[in-house]
Nanobody, 125 residues
C-alpha cells in the first residue's frame, strides 16, 4: 500500500526552525511531484510548496517565500521542508501529498491523489 509519512513537527519558539520530512514508500518517488500543505484550526487547507518530479521546479505560497525551502532526495525516497524564521501564523498540521503531473504553483488539493497523515507544527513562546 502506498504510504507517505510526515515527521519532524513539534513545538518551536518564534524565529526558530524545523525540518519536516516526507518519507514515501511502495511507489517510486521520482515519478511524482510532491506538495506540502498545511491546515490550521478553523481554516481551510492551504498549499505551502510544491516540487516537480522532472525538472525540480519549485513553488511557494507568498507567505513562506524566503523562509521555507523544499527539496527532494529521490534515492532516500524523501522530500524535505526546511522552515526557518517560524512565526505563530505558521502553526498548523502539515501534510505532504503526491501528484502525477508537474507542479503548477502550489496547486489545488484536488490535483493530489494521496496524502500523508500530517505532522503538527506549533510556533509559540
Amino acid at each position: 500500500q502506498v504510504q507517505l509519512v510526515e515527521s519532524g513537527g513539534g513545538l518551536v519558539q518564534p524565529g526558530g526552525s524545523l525540518r519536516l520530512s516526507c518519507l514515501a514508500s511502495r511507489f517510486t518517488l521520482g515519478l511524482y511531484s510532491i506538495g506540502w500543505y498545511r491546515q490550521a484550526p478553523g481554516k481551510e487547507r492551504e498549499g505551502v510548496s510544491c516540487i516537480s518530479k522532472l525538472n525540480g521546479g519549485i513553488y511557494y505560497v507568498d507567505s513562506v517565500k524566503g523562509r521555507f525551502t523544499i527539496s527532494r532526495d529521490n534515492a532516500k525516497n524523501t522530500v524535505y521542508l526546511q522552515m526557518n524564521n517560524l512565526k505563530p501564523e505558521d502553526t498548523a498540521v502539515y501534510y505532504c501529498a503526491r501528484r502525477s503531473g508537474s507542479c503548477r504553483g502550489v496547486g489545488d488539493p484536488n490535483d493530489y491523489d494521496f496524502w500523508g497523515q500530517g505532522t503538527q507544527v506549533t510556533v509559540s513562546s
